[in-house]
């Protein structure tokens, strides 16, 4: 998802290039120089991972920070999570209980030249609800159809009221619906075209992407010519290509980075981000189906002294799932109880594996090997799964997994029925959690009048998901943290993990 501001205000685009060993040497070298060489019209941004894939209907939005600045959302939303009208879709109506009505911007076109009108957000959103490989089909399941009576005319109607249609238009992202289906999934990853205010330039494979000034954006024009992007997994590698004036922003600094960032003079952005780190326990499978074992594992973790221990405080303690933004809390947690989770285990030693994406979050081996030594001190026998995040997210996905796997919890939109969708219900992408009484609970919760009334009904799936029945351990929010270069100004970073590049400056 990402912060959009529309014509007079646009959003960001970010640049690191992976500069090859001999930049990775001169850093270690320990250059304290946080000038960039860069040309003022290129920024240059590392990133903690390579994006797994550039097209945003089978793409884990790990890939969004490069993509957001070739494709555009529908409806983009403001630095408080809400959608706002000036983006490609301009004004909306609700019709009547299950139709809605969206007036789409006109005349504006791909950069390949076919129209971005609404006969090409019906193709999005049929996409996003259909393609087996769709990363948000179980999102889009109350969509009933999607029709375009003119140019700039939007009509979804659903098969149940749901209050909070508009949030989701956030998660679809126009693509242009004949190039798309020339091309395919993997043909669009390679060369992605868009509506934004870049262009996508090339990639060389496992080490940078490239993106240009879009002349004929419909925007406002970034301010800058060139993005950059590359990517290195280790915290110190990232900082060390920024110290020595071979990157202009870095991402993804850990405490300790952030620390050494501050004292050799750099900015450093943090952000309270909606992305929370979850333990997944998969309920269906042995040893969780126990419920009293999966009792155990949620009253043994002590998320308060990981956040302490791990992150110096530096994250936010999170008990609950369907909490959304920032600063929300739910009105009940489980928490540590070691006395209780050993009588429930009653001296038994069950085997579980701990599955975690390597290098994917700040500190994510600390925290995992944190969590398994919880639980062995109430009898658990840990054995630690460390694979990349496309893996993970394929292996979630199929089902392939049992224990307990480290997965991030990433609001797209800032709904709860956005976590709801995604990892209570049965046909959730989890599926370690859903059931009939959760499905119904769901489905009454989002033909609520509006959000206030339906609070109480989430409040109540939250409890019996993460207190009840513990298929969830939620453990904390990540503090993001970006740092730039002193001549570096204008990145606009939000907490659904979208970043705004188009008024980045070089000076």
């Known amino acids: 998802m990402n912060i959009r501001k529309g014509k007079g205000v646009r959003r960001p685009v970010a ?34 991972a390579e994006p797994t894939t550039l097209d945003p209907i089978a793409g884990a939005r790990s890939g969004q920070v490069v993509w957001d600045t070739v494709i555009e959302p529908l409806v983009p939303t403001d630095l408080e999570l809400e959608p706002t009208k000036d983006g490609l879709v301009t004004d909306w ?21 076919e129209p971005a009108d609404a006969e090409a957000a019906v193709f999005a959103l049929t996409k996003v609800r259909d393609e087996p490989t769709s990363i948000l089909k179980s999102f889009w399941t109350n969509a009933e159809s999607f029709t375009a009576p003119d140019a700039t005319t939007l009509v979804i109607k659903t098969k149940a009221p749901q209050y909070d249609l508009v949030n989701n238009l956030g998660t679809i992202y126009m693509i242009p619906p004949k190039y798309y289906a020339e091309k395919g999934p993997e043909g669009f990853s390679t060369a992605p075209v868009g509506t934004g205010p870049y262009l996508f330039d090339g990639q060389r494979a496992g080490r940078d992407m490239t993106v240009v000034r879009n002349p004929d954006y419909w925007g406002d024009a970034a301010k800058t010519e060139k993005i950059v992007f590359s990517w290195s997994s280790e915290a110190s590698q990232r900082l060390a290509l920024l110290r020595s004036g071979s990157a202009d922003i870095a991402y993804d600094l850990p405490p300790a980075q952030q620390k050494e960032a501050k004292e050799a003079d750099l900015n450093v952005i943090t952000t309270e981000s909606a992305l929370k780190i979850v333990g997944f326990l998969q309920t269906d499978k042995a040893p969780f189906d126990d419920a009293d074992v999966a009792k155990a594992a949620a ?13 110096q405080g530096a994250a936010a303690a999170d008990g609950g799932l369907l909490n959304v933004k920032p600063g929300e809390q739910p009105d009940e947690v489980v928490s540590q109880d ?11 030693s069950e085997k579980v594996t701990i599955t975690y994406p390597a290098g994917q979050y700040v500190n994510i081996e600390e925290v995992a090997q944190a969590v398994g030594g919880q639980l062995e001190a109430v009898g658990f026998k840990v054995k630690y799964n460390a694979i990349d995040y496309g893996s993970l997210v394929t292996q979630v996905a ?15 939109v800032a709904v709860p029925s956005f976590f709801v969708n995604g990892f209570v219900r049965s046909a959730s992408i989890t599926k370690n959690c859903g ?3 959760l499905d119904a609970m769901a489905d009454e919760a989002v033909t609520a009048a509006d959000a206030e009334a339906a609070e109480e009904v989430y409040d109540e799936i939250n409890r019996i998901a993460v207190v009840e029945r513990n298929c969830y351990i939620p453990l904390y929010r990540q503090v993001y943290a970006i740092a730039t270069a002193k001549n570096v100004s204008g990145l606009v970073y939000n907490p659904i993990h979208a970043s705004d590049f188009t008024g980045v400056t070089v000076g």
């Open 338 to 348: 070691v006395a209780q989770a050993k009588s429930l285990m009653a001296g038994r």
């Open 299 to 311: 009253l043994a973790v002590d998320r308060d002294q990981i956040v302490e221990g791990i992150f």
């Open 435 to 437: 059931s009939p009484e």
């Open 93 to 113: 109506e609700r019709t009547d209980d299950t139709t809605w009505t969206f007036t789409l911007r006109e005349g504006v076109t791909f950069s390949n030249g």
């Open 398 to 412: 199929g089902g392939e997994l049992d224990g307990l796997y480290i997965f991030a919890a990433v609001p797209n």
């Open 15 to 48: 640049t690191l290039a992976a500069l090859g060993l001999a930049f990775a040497g001169l850093a270690a070298c320990g250059s304290d120089s946080s000038t960039s060489s860069s040309s003022s019209d290129t920024v240059r941004v590392v990133l903690a």
